[in-house]
Each structure stands twice: as C-alpha cells, then as structure tokens.
C-alpha cells in the first residue's frame, strides 16, 4: 500500500529586499511566527488577499496573521509551485 501524502507544498524563495529583511530578524519567535506563517503560504498560496496593481507587474497578494503578528507580501508562479516573498513584516 503506497502512504497517502498531504498537497504538494509551493517552494518558497525571497526577493533580495525580503532576504535583508530576513537576515535582520533575530528574535526566536519572530523566527517561528514567520516560519509558521511561510508554512501556510506554501501550503496554499491562494489563502492571501490580493492587492490592487496593474498587470505590468507579478500579481500580489498579503498574508497576515493577527495572532503570531506576521504580514507577507509574495507573488506566486504561474503553476503556483513557487512563492517569491516580496515584503516581511515580524
């Protein structure tokens, strides 16, 4: 019997401006409420309300979680198998 498997998680990647933000968070539950929230971005990319822009650009969409306190801006590919965050805020 082959083991079932939960949906396929989207791979996560940052723009240059997100990984600075990234490497100044040094708290450890900032880490883990951004880790937490990443998770559920991945899982399924649609869950972050999209932000009105034009179609020049990539298509964006925010994430924030009121209880761990965390907002992400990403962008997702086309075959939704890559989130880009574009903004971090812990």
Known sequence: MTPQ???RRARIAFSDSAAKQLENITSEADIH??????????VDPDIGEPIPGTAAGP???QYADDI??????YWVSVLQTVV???FIEV
């Not at 929230?37 to 991945?42: D, I, Q, T």
């Open 68 to 73: 761990e306190r965390v907002r992400i801006l």
């Open 5 to 7: 498997h939960g949906p």
């Open 84 to 86: 880009v965050v574009a």
């Open 33 to 42: 409420a951004l880790d937490r929230a990443l998770v559920v971005v991945s």
């Open 59 to 61: 298509r964006l969409r």
